[in-house]
């Protein structure tokens, strides 16, 4: 009985986790693909974040991108880890953030406008929870 009690509390827990898991992308369509590029948008709010796949299009290394990134004069990045895996976070002119990322085919680079730290906070949440999804 004991086990039972502890085993309905846990399965309780995590059901609400479970769910907003699976949601948390869902809110976001694509709304754009071409050539391993994708652009999605936020449907609440209409955020947009573009995905650019580098090692499927344009067979770019992570240290061109960055180099590429500090000629457009970006911010010398900070460091978020998702799965172990770091992700480099880039301010740029115009009130662009761009993240990037080492994929399993090659760098992905994640680029949109955030002017309020709401969109800011949302632009990394969806970072993260891309990252976070099976390849």
């Not at 004991?2 to 809110?27: C, D, E, G, H, N």
């Not at 609440?44 to 180099?67: A, H």
């Amino acid at each position: 009985m004991k086990y039972r009690k502890f085993f309905m509390i846990s399965l309780l827990t995590a059901v609400p986790f479970l769910l907003w898991s699976a949601s948390a992308l869902a809110q976001w369509n694509v709304i754009y693909e071409n050539d391993g590029n994708v652009t999605y948008m936020d449907d609440d709010s209409l955020r947009i974040v573009e995905i650019l796949d580098f090692g499927r299009t344009r067979q770019l290394t992570m240290t061109n991108i960055q180099e590429i990134l500090s000629a457009n004069s970006c911010s010398e990045p900070s460091t978020l880890y998702v799965r172990s895996r770091p992700v480099y976070h880039y301010i740029c002119r115009d009130s662009i953030q761009v993240f990037l990322a080492d994929g399993s085919a090659g760098p992905l680079q994640f680029g949109g406008i955030c002017t309020e730290k709401k969109d800011c906070d949302a632009m990394e949440n969806f970072v993260k929870e891309y990252l976070k999804k099976p390849d």
